[in-house]
């Protein structure tokens, strides 16, 4: 299984972002599929996540700025990232689970500037 994720940049308050999640090796319309933001200096956390079935779920700190997604004909996650504030800044992960092992992809860095 290989995740690769695209479309991070450097963007100033207030725009957007649209992050990618290809997978290969395993179909992402049958796995949940979480979006992980880390920060320098600090842990890895859940921001969004998508389940098999289409349920979405937020972190408090993305509610109604943050929406996942999933086309199922690309087999690709997105993360749409809206309203986009300095404190969302650090390396977004993607990762699923395969077989009660856990996959990462390398990480997209998102940088947004005041």
């Known amino acids: 299984v290989q995740l690769v994720e695209s479309g991070g940049g450097l963007v100033q308050a207030g725009g957007s972002l649209r992050l990618s999640c290809s997978a290969s090796?395993?179909?992402?319309?049958?796995?949940?599929v979480g979006w992980y933001r880390q920060a320098q200096g600090r842990q890895r956390e859940l921001v969004a996540a998508?389940?098999?079935?289409?349920?979405?779920n937020y972190d408090d700190s993305v509610k109604g700025r943050f929406t996942v997604s999933t086309d199922n004909a690309k087999n690709t996650v997105y993360l749409q990232m809206n309203m986009l504030k300095p404190e969302d800044t650090g390396v977004y992960y993607c990762?699923?689970?395969?077989?009660?092992?856990?996959?990462w992809g390398q990480g997209t860095q998102v940088t947004v500037s005041s």
């Open positions: 090796g395993t179909i992402f319309s049958t796995r949940f």
């Open positions: 990762q699923t689970q395969v077989l009660l092992r856990t996959y």
């Open positions: 998508i389940t098999a079935g289409g349920r979405s």
